[in-house]
């Protein structure tokens, strides 16, 4: 009965590298969110996929993000040529089904750093 | 456009004394409301959630929260502090319309002392 799996929990990247951000939603799960926790602020929402679709991305920086969810395996948060202001942790939330009603669970998060 | 606001960043209780974290929401529809709490270092877990079938609403490790419609409020209450309640705590909307995504507010760091 495993919950929402992100990893990893740790990241550090250098400016200008890439980071790639995986999440495994929970069983029977076919919706995933993405959110990003600046430090000392709350939860900003970043993107909602389906399975093979994006649904919503109205949170996502224009530039060097991107985020996917394959039929098959994890869904991806990438961000290309990272900067100092990426630095956040990073959660992922699945539901069973995309309704606002929805419960969403949260994995524990990726902490990402970049030097 | 649904928001949230949440009064004090930071509250400190005396362990056995009431816990009262704030949460004002603005929507233009019937919202769906939500507390959950953030242990250092951890995810999200949900504490509670409002879905319209009770304005007082109970959840896990002795928590409660009641929806007031006239006040715009979800304050999230427990009646004894104890010191593993010390957390963040979040409130969060989502309403229809608002594309499933939740708005959270900028949260309240609980501290209980002794």
């Known amino acids: 009965n495993a919950g929402v799996m992100q990893n990893p929990r740790h990241l550090v990247r250098r400016r200008g590298q890439e980071a790639r951000l995986r999440c495994s939603p929970m069983?029977?799960?076919?919706?995933v969110y993405w959110y990003r926790q600046l430090p000392e602020e709350g939860l900003k929402f970043m993107v909602y996929?389906?399975?093979?679709?994006?649904?919503?991305e109205s949170g996502m920086p224009k530039e060097r993000f991107s985020a996917e969810f394959p039929k098959e395996g994890p869904s991806i948060l990438r961000i290309q040529q990272v900067v100092r202001g990426d630095s956040a942790a990073y959660f992922c939330?699945?539901?069973?089904?995309?309704?606002?009603?929805?419960?969403?669970?949260f994995g524990p998060g990726t902490r990402l750093l970049v030097l | 456009a649904q928001s949230v606001t949440q009064l004090g960043s930071h509250v400190s209780v005396s362990e056995g004394a009431l816990v009262l974290l704030r949460c004002n929401y603005s929507s233009s529809v019937p919202p769906y409301l939500f507390w959950y709490v953030q242990y250092p270092n951890q995810g999200l877990q949900l504490l509670l959630k409002?879905?319209?079938?009770?304005?007082l609403v109970k959840g896990i490790n002795g928590f409660e929260a009641e929806f007031k419609k006239s006040e715009t409020s979800f304050h999230l209450t427990k009646p004894s502090a104890h010191m593993s309640d010390a957390a963040e705590y979040f409130c969060a909307v989502s309403e229809t319309g608002g594309g499933n995504k939740l708005t959270f507010g900028t949260g309240t760091q609980l501290k209980v002392e002794l």
């Open positions: 996929l389906q399975k093979e679709n994006i649904i919503d």
């Open positions: 939330a699945s539901s069973p089904a995309g309704n606002y009603q929805e419960t969403q669970y």
């Open positions: 069983k029977g799960h076919s919706h």
């Open positions: 409002y879905t319209s079938a009770a304005t």
